[in-house]
């Protein structure tokens, strides 16, 4: 078993966790979602998913990870040893981090070629035939470099100098906001709430999925982040932290994104296409257009790589401590095979434009393992722990029976599970149309056939990862899961 590393103090905790919590999501996933959802309405669910169900969950995870100073996979071993959940959570991590860093990709390209040429147009960007695949190749790289530097020297070094530099300039983009003439339109459309579509089943669905994403809870990344922690400290307080800090950042860069949206006639509801699309076309217009541009591509390339780090740390610390191997020797081979898993996303957004049943590969990888992977893992992960763990256990780890568990666990037991199936059995369904329920940004066009398609294409793939790491290990996949040769 390697040496166990620790955050050299909790600010630089925080930051780090504020780093994997910060990200694209914050930036272009949450004002997408705000705009399709009809502005202000969609802000109460999303305030109520924040702290209601994403943040108990963040509390348990992180308590876990300083109690039981392991990784994901032993975590869910101390429980039962036959149980591979873990790597199952791994492989989740893995294919959302083998998407996630085409598009942190193209957030690099676009702040070097505006900051040579000017932005490019987003369509004549993905049809080149090299450059977004290039770009992929070199954000997994320094994604692999920072990590394999270490907990002290790669992870949390980095989130110390790119997390503030994220605040600042958004901060600075934010004033530059309030000077233009669409700036009290987009204030309205953001806080305007509409208590009507509370009702809406798909509202608080979409809801959900962007509160869990946005704060990466339920994957392992914050108990992987919470064993490096010192004992005996005040965890929920730094849930509050990190999730005020999350929400505060996705308020900013909504305050730097609407007033241009409406100074400029765009589309609030254009969707992923709004950063690289539309907002390309109003810098190309605005004063000083350009330094902005390149202000807003670096503040997602920075707020997407200290997120690309935490996903990829989970993965390797499962296998170091799986194989014994050193931190160099496992990033190199995890850096190696994130690059062959998003080669297929990266190259659909090529002039190779892969498809898989006429939906590029990426958005496909989004509206299964993002969107669905996602809140199944976190379904996973709060009722194995919240029911499994005897109560004493999870009340002592979380300060004793009169302390916050007297809430937590009966959240984490009863009403985040509830929540998350229902919301997913919505999304699967407005996937089939019951109901006129196609309302879901992008589950219309895509369907049930490709989400069954998607579900079935990441259980293969984790059987065969958790196959081949077992076989690694010298274990027997067969004997662990109680199939073996029974005398
Ligand atoms: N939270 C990040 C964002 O908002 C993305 C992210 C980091 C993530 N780690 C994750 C998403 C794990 C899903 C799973 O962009």
Redesign the pocket.
Known sequence: MPVMERWSSTGAFLLAAIG????????W??STVLGQNGGGAYLIPYIIAVFVFAMPLMILEITLGEKLRGTIVSAFRRINPRFVIGWFLCV??GL??SY?LVITGWTLGYTILTLATGAPSFSEFSSNSLLPIAFFVIATLVTGLIVSFGVNRGIERISIILIPSCVLILLILAAYGTLLPGFYQGITYMFTPDFSVLADPLLWSAAFGQA?????VG?G?LLTYGTYMKSGQHIPRFTLIISLA?LFVAFLAGLVIFPIVFTFGLSPTAGAELAFTSLPIAFAQMPAGKVVAVAFFAVLFF??IT??I??MEVGVAAIRESLGWSRVKTTIAVTGGILLLGLPSAMSYSSFALKLDGIKILDFMDETV?TLG?PV?ALLFSVTFAWYLPRETLESALGGKDSIARWIIPLCRYVIPGALVMTTIARIASGLGIANTYLLPGSGYIGLLVQLEGITAIVVISLVLIIIACRLRGCNIRKRLGFGNRK
């Open positions: 994997s919590a910060v990200g694209i999501g914050n930036i996933r949450f989740i991590v959302i981090l996630y869990f994403f946005s704060l990466s994957m990344i999350d707020a997407a997120s690309t935490s996903m993002g996602l893992a």
